[in-house]
């Protein structure tokens, strides 16, 4: 690339803002016109790591000195007017279930524990590539199954908002270290809502890509076929597009058309799902998005959710959790017993499903996806929550009532993990926080391939949006 492509994009800093609170596009901005240079912008996301890890535990493995190698590298490029790409230089983070060569990658579990990749995943070989400067892994929960993060090996992962609530999981450390300031970007992993969920619990954005559109090799063993994908966790949409033409297979120019106004669109909007509790600070959180969207231009229609979605989060991903688990782990009681309790209780269940089990809910999924693509013919996009409830003391799994109804474990859960059965591409953006303060997200969803339209959305929306730029308070 040429040294003046990060400008096409580029965003001034906010006057007075420290190198940790900038985006990737100010910092690749500041990079160009030389009032800032990576082993700077270094430094301070260091020094800013003194304060967030003790009280947030969002980094499992920390590589000080590797990043200061890669600062250094991309500082001698940006001098010489070579950088590799508009990622040049930004800091990141990457989640444990992404292996990245030479660093242990422990997946939140203690049959992990002295796991060390020797190879790249794709994703975080062609962000190396492209310059970034990987400040290292994010925690998770155990192999990123549950909805907070908090494992045997780690400890549990705090909300920047309010330390000792949960940022959700499984992307739990990757959101806590964005919002917190170790990095604009992060790179996370979504197999039912684990980007989405936590990046609505912190004030961020984040996009679960289209299946497919970010291929995987070189990866931890599938646990969740079909279903989970990589994507990118950002405080701006600009900087979730940025990734994205760098990780993302096909073509690049869609990407640089994210700022391009979208045409008006028609949006179902869906408050539950099958009659699903949902906090009443999030529904009024989701009307006050669709007064945006509404003024905008856009045409939104509320609509109950089809059946097939609440049957799916019933009857189908139980089966295919669980299974997945089984079929890691096996039927050995040594390896079992190095699993936390909770996982140990999964496992039992995937033992004892048959395929005859595993068989309906693939089927389930069949019969979603054509739902789906039938609601897309009246339709170009579905928004709901991304999560039903608030965040929830961070060493607890889940909350054990949402509006004053008791739910299970995946009550929280409900309005993600049909996207993932589907294949759809999913954005999460911010809406109006509750009266205490703590961010309320909410999702796009769109027809597979639609990835680029919603960040389109996304980022016209972003300057409607009246949340935006919020940051946590920590000190």
Known sequence: MSAADPLRSGQQASPGSAPWQLTAGELSTAYFTGQLDPETALDAIASRFEIVQG???????????????AAAESARRWRTGRPCSALDGVVMTIKDNIPVAGLPCRWGSRLYASHVPAQDELAVARLRAAGVVILGKTNVPEFTLQGYTDNLLQGATGNPWNPSLTPGGSSGGAVASVAAGLGPIALGTDGGGSIRRPAGFTGLCGLKPSWGRVARRHALPDILPELEVVGPIARSIGDLAKVMGIIADGPNWEWDAVEQRPPRLRICVWRDIDGSPVEPAILHSLDAACAVFASMG??????????????????????????GLAALIGDDPARRDLLGPALQALLQQGLKRSAVEHFSARRQVTELRATLAALFADFDLILTPSSAAQPWPKTLPHPETIAGRDVDGRGHAVFTAFANAAGLPALAVPAEPDAQGMPIGLQLVGPAGCDARLLALGHEYEKHCPWRHRRPELH
């Open 55 to 69: 009280t947030l535990n969002p980094i499992a493995t920390y590589d000080l000195d590797g990043a200061r190698r």
């Open 298 to 323: 856009h045409h939104l229609t509320t609509r109950p959710a089809p059946r097939e979605v609440g049957r799916f989060n019933r009857e189908s991903w139980p089966v295919l959790s669980s299974t």
